[in-house]
Structures are given as C-alpha cells and as structure tokens.
C-alpha cells in the first residue's frame, strides 16, 4: 500500500485530503509542520508527499528542498493558497513536481497523485524502509540504525521480495 505525507497547518485541510486519499485505498502520514513531517521521512517509507506552503518551524519551501535532496526519488505535490506566479516559480526551482492551489477539488488532487506516482521511480523500487532498517537493492546492502549487515544474495533477494509486500 502506498504511503501518502499530507503536511498541511490546518487540520481540516489534512482531514479532508486524507479522507479522499484513503478512500482511494492509501495510507495516509499526516504531520502539521515541516519539522514533523521531516522525521516521518526520515522513519517511514513516503511513496509521495503533499505540501502546504505557509507552516510555523519550516515552510514548504524549505520542506521540499530538504525531501529533494535526501530523498530524490520522493515526488512532491506544493498544495497552497499561494497562487502568484513567483511563488509557483520558486516551488518548482525547489524542486516540487505538481502544483496546486487551494481552493482545489480533492478529486483532480488524486488524479495528480496517481499520475506522479505511476511516472515516478519509486523508493521502494531500490531502497526499502521499514523503521530503522533500510534494504538497498543497488549495494544489496542491509542498515538498521546506524550498523550495516551483510547476508547472502539469495537471503538478500528473498528478504527484499518479502519487505516490499
């Protein structure tokens, strides 16, 4: 099941997208500040996040540039009452791949969710998260915390076939 960051200040705002979302048959991650959402990353597999620009501790903007570079393969949705186009410019220079501006219609944000995550290369396509423990199919290497295991490659398919369900 894919696993969807809705990061939004107003709790209604997250209600409602996470309503539709699981609706839909995804698991919804909510975090109402940039900071929150930064350690659900860091924790969780995110198959894609959906943020709001205007948040207390961390903007979106700051948020989506800190996802863009630890974590590249996350597709970022800029969803915000801004709709001037400077603003718009800056969250694609930061790094979102869709934007949307409230008032929005919950459906077409589904639309777009699912289109980015069909053309997106997923996370769990080569790294696999489950808490601490990270399964890197590129380097077929094993992380949990901070230590690294190294098992048989037979062991290491088996186990990253079985993590990915």
Not at 2 to 13: A, S, W, Y
Not at 46 to 71: N, W
Not at 130 to 146: A, P, R, W
């Amino acid at each position: 099941m894919k696993q969807i960051l809705v990061v939004d200040d107003d709790k209604h705002i997250r209600q409602l997208v996470g309503h539709y979302l699981r609706r839909e048959g995804f698991a919804v991650l909510e975090a109402m500040d940039g900071e929150a959402a930064e350690q659900i990353v860091a924790s969780q597999q995110v198959h894609l996040a959906v943020i709001d620009l205007m948040m207390p501790k961390m903007d979106g903007f700051e948020l989506c540039q800190k996802i863009r570079i630890s974590y590249p393969e996350i597709p970022v949705i800029m969803l915000t009452a801004k709709d001037a186009l400077i603003d718009k410019s800056r969250g694609f220079e930061v790094g979102t791949d869709d934007y949307v501006t409230k008032p929005f219609e919950p459906e077409e944000l589904v639309f777009r969710i699912r289109a980015l995550l069909r053309r997106s290369t997923q996370a769990s396509e080569v790294k696999i998260k489950i808490g601490h423990l990270t399964i890197d199919q590129k380097s077929y290497g094993i992380k949990i915390g901070n230590r690294e295991l190294m098992i048989p490659v037979k062991e290491f398919e088996l186990l990253y076939q079985l993590a990915s369900y």
